[in-house]
């Protein structure tokens, strides 16, 4: 008991210690006490994120993973290891005494940019990108590169959540800019930004949607292919 408390305290005093900025979602102690509000979704919702999606026996990458929302949910699901991955490394701090908070000795968490190179680890079977491709990346150009270093993470499946479809205007760039970095998937008013996904993960990768349709968030599931 005293250990736990103690572990309670840690948590709280980092949390306490980050920008609220950077805690992007409520966190919750083992004993459902809200520990930091965050600015999104709670817990009944973050679980619709991924759906049905089946983790069992598998180890895990959570790439952008911020505070292990997502990778403590993959490791409540059943799988046999789980990695988070993020820049910032106060949040990493954060996130593994979180992790020791929980009880969850296969989770684990590395402060490092993915999109920077292939891991220095084997890859995990499957990657999960949580709502990472949004505005920013496609408005910059760098769908590519996260198409890239994802596949680099994961040996077997890729699991995104992200809009499939966003309307012109309400992108920051221009739709002569988005044609140029992404010709062919600007039509309809829209940019088609699963169908420029699945291109540059290219024919290794099979999509399949689990959820979502047209321009609501989406749950997107891709299987190397052979």
Same mark, same amino acid.
């Given at each position: 008991?005293?250990?736990?408390?103690?572990?309670?305290?840690?948590?709280?005093?980092?949390?306490?210690?980050?920008?609220?900025?950077?805690? *992007? #979602?409520?966190?919750?102690?083992?004993? +459902?006490?809200?520990?930091? @509000?965050?600015?999104?979704?709670?817990?009944? !919702? $973050?679980?619709?994120?991924?759906?049905?999606?089946?983790?069992?026996?598998?180890?895990?990458?959570?790439?952008?993973?911020?505070?292990?929302?997502?990778?403590?949910?993959?490791? *409540? #699901?059943?799988?046999?290891?789980?990695? +988070?991955?993020?820049?910032? @490394?106060?949040?990493?701090?954060?996130?593994? !005494? $979180?992790?020791?908070?929980?009880?969850?000795?296969?989770?684990?968490?590395?402060?490092?940019?993915?999109?920077?190179?292939?891991?220095?680890?084997?890859?995990?079977?499957?990657?999960?990108?949580?709502?990472?491709?949004?505005? +920013?990346?496609?408005?910059?150009?760098?769908?590519?590169?996260?198409?890239?270093?994802?596949?680099?993470?994961?040996?077997?499946?890729?699991?995104?959540?992200?809009?499939?479809?966003?309307?012109?205007?309400?992108?920051?760039?221009?739709?002569?800019?988005?044609?140029?970095?992404?010709?062919?998937?600007?039509? +309809?008013?829209?940019?088609?930004?699963?169908?420029?996904?699945?291109?540059?993960?290219?024919?290794?990768?099979?999509?399949?949607?689990?959820?979502?349709?047209?321009?609501?968030?989406?749950?997107?599931?891709?299987?190397?292919?052979?």
């Amino acid at each position: 008991m005293e250990t736990e408390i103690f572990r309670l305290e840690v948590a709280r005093r980092l949390l306490a210690g980050l920008d609220p900025a950077c805690v *992007w #979602r409520p966190v919750y102690g083992p004993d +459902g006490t809200l520990l930091a @509000p965050g600015h999104g979704p709670g817990p009944d !919702e $973050l679980e619709s994120y991924i759906g049905n999606l089946d983790v069992v026996g598998k180890s895990v990458v959570d790439l952008g993973c911020n505070l292990g929302y997502f990778a403590f949910r993959a490791a *409540w #699901r059943g799988a046999t290891r789980v990695l +988070g991955c993020d820049v910032d @490394p106060d949040v990493i701090r954060t996130a593994r !005494e $979180l992790a020791r908070l929980h009880g969850l000795d296969n989770v684990d968490f590395s402060a490092c940019d993915f999109l920077c190179g292939p891991p220095a680890a084997p890859p995990c079977e499957m990657a999960m990108l949580i709502d990472f491709i949004g505005r +920013g990346v496609i408005s910059k150009g760098r769908l590519e590169s996260v198409a890239k270093a994802a596949a680099a993470w994961a040996s077997k499946e890729l699991f995104f959540t992200l809009r499939p479809a966003y309307r012109l205007d309400d992108l920051p760039a221009s739709p002569a800019e988005l044609e140029r970095l992404y010709p062919g998937h600007v039509r +309809g008013g829209h940019f088609h930004l699963a169908d420029a996904l699945a291109e540059r993960l290219g024919p290794d990768w099979s999509p399949r949607r689990l959820t979502g349709s047209g321009r609501v968030k989406a749950a997107l599931l891709f299987t190397r292919v052979g």
